[in-house]
């Protein structure tokens, strides 16, 4: 077409020996226009990374690319020599990547880091390139660029550090950009700064993104056109408004029904069988066959082409080779809006009775935690980092409490102060009546087998070294709560499969795990000494959405099943939606809201929690919101503002709100708010 800009066909890259390759990408075709944006969205292990370094042609030492064509502008990169393409990097065509912590040089300030990319690309006159930096940080919406250019990394938020790496990118004027999970790590409130800076760029320079990513809100409220990806393959290419009316891959459905809301809340998220093939195989017929619910004898016999259910959609799948009333008869062509749908929930629930109270079996009454800072020869304290700053919670026994708000509110220092692992500074943590904070060491071990954690990196919080068995089973041994080894065997072989991992995993390491097993093995670590709570400290931001519902599926049903409390930190709302039955919202060191989960989340009262709520990409139109832009980032909790915290970033803020902290405002239902233009941002609602 005359507008296209980047073409890829029969684009075929593998990794490792010729004896029994990896091919991480098998076949790749697609095309990106000028101007537009197109998603590449799957699994972990489906090869969307791998596909973006081989347009690069970044491919590890061990890879190489096979077969195809990659033609930018009309130019064949696969033909370049290495000096020639190295100045198609960062010119042409340039790539962000998930973590910009990883990808910045920590000893180098960000302004120079900058302008090695400004050197390389415009070649300017030394004098204009501290000029050309300072314009790409004003372009990418950072505030006093001139000085954030001589700070370094670490001082830095992530959706600052996201910005400056966008900025490099930006120095050569790419046609094309690449954004591997641009978002991912990031804030919802961040997120939606950074993809709305993208838009804004495009619709200013013209340039082209391929974006990488699993999330489907993203998708559908940022791309115009979407590639599905599965094993090293494109099994679906449509336009985004073609694809959310109606999925035509059982794959992509399947993705679809796993994402979690509060219309789901009734019953369990769909979950996808199995996991991803590994890519050292030769596939014959779909690759999708050993986990789809449709399959049939022909999928296995041979490959599959593609079929035109739409034309703005093609799919490899033998559902529509007679025609879309084939695929409509097979159960498969409900619209993404039914899909998504599922169970009634939370308004549905609003005309019933209100469940009776559960009794409180966890309370925190002025909660803080405050860190010293010190400096000097000596070590003089000179301040304190307030991580937590007056929190007050309630957690009902058989409930689930949320805990949500962006990075750096104090929210897992919460979850670490109730069980002990960092030291409060003041206030109560009262369990079954005991007051947990004013208990010594020896008194607190009796009560570690009632409260345990689950930690947002299953692999960092377990012991590379030690079998699964011996992981499982640390807790029982060092609480002695089960004498000898093969009762222990056996109570571990129990737990692995009550969480679905099952027994012969007991002899293996964690790094023979994917990274849900991994979670499902610390979720037995955290039940083999039956607690009666658990702190899930972001269980599932780092996994696919498949992964995720098979987790969020797992803790719902151990709640049903054994009473179980949690106190769930995350900032994913439509985790919460689905999960929760209480939300408390926490900015800088103090909770700003709490109430039952449909009425904080239909109805949201503080203007930060509406903030939060507004900014969550969501899959259908009719649910999303008018994006409130909040100003600046979070303060530092070291020098936390005068009055309300919030007042500084805060919409309605008046100069009555940087004079005290507001009180706490109770409204019907249980539900407070501490906020003092209440009126007002309730009339935003």
Partial sequence: MSDGLLQVSNLTAQLGADERPVRVCDGIDFEIRRGETLALLGESGCGKSMTALSLMRLLPLSGRITDGSVRLAGRELLALTEREMRGVRGGRMAMIFQEPQTSLNPVLRVGEQIAEAVRLHQRLPKAAVGARVVELLRAVGIPDPARRAREFPHQLSGGMKQRVMI?????????????????????????????????????????????????????????????????GQIVEQASVATFFAAPAHPYSRQLMASVPSARKRRGELAVIPGRVPALDRAFVGCRFAERCPQVMPACRAAPIGWFRPHHEQQVRCLLWAEGAAGFQEAGTGASAAEAAAGEPGLDAARGEPAEPAAPVLLSVEGLRVHFPIQRGLFRSTVGHVKAVDGVDLSLRAGRTLALVGESGCGKTTVGKALLRLVSPTAGQVRYNGVDLAAIGAGRMRRYRKDLQIIFQDPFASMNPRMLVGDIVGEGLQSLALEQGRAARRRRVAALLEQVGIGEQAMDRYPHEFSGGQRQRICIARALAVEPKVIICDEPTSALDVSVQAQILNLLKRLQDRLGLSYLFITHDLSVVAYLAHEVAVMYLGRIVEQGRAAEVLDEPRHPYTQALLSAVPMMDKAERRQIIRLAGDMPSPATPPAGCHFHPRCPLAIPECARAYPQIQRLPGGRWVRCSRLDAAGAGT
Avoid: N, S, W
């Fill in 167 to 231: 900025a490099m990118a930006l120095a050569g004027d790419p046609q094309l950009l690449i954004a591997d999970e641009p978002t991912t790590a990031l804030d919802v409130t961040i997120q939606a700064q950074v993809l709305q800076l993208l838009k804004g760029l495009q619709a200013r320079t013209g340039m082209a993104v391929l974006l990488i990513t699993h999330d489907l809100g993203v998708v559908a409220e940022t791309a115009d056109r979407l590639a599905v990806m599965y094993a």
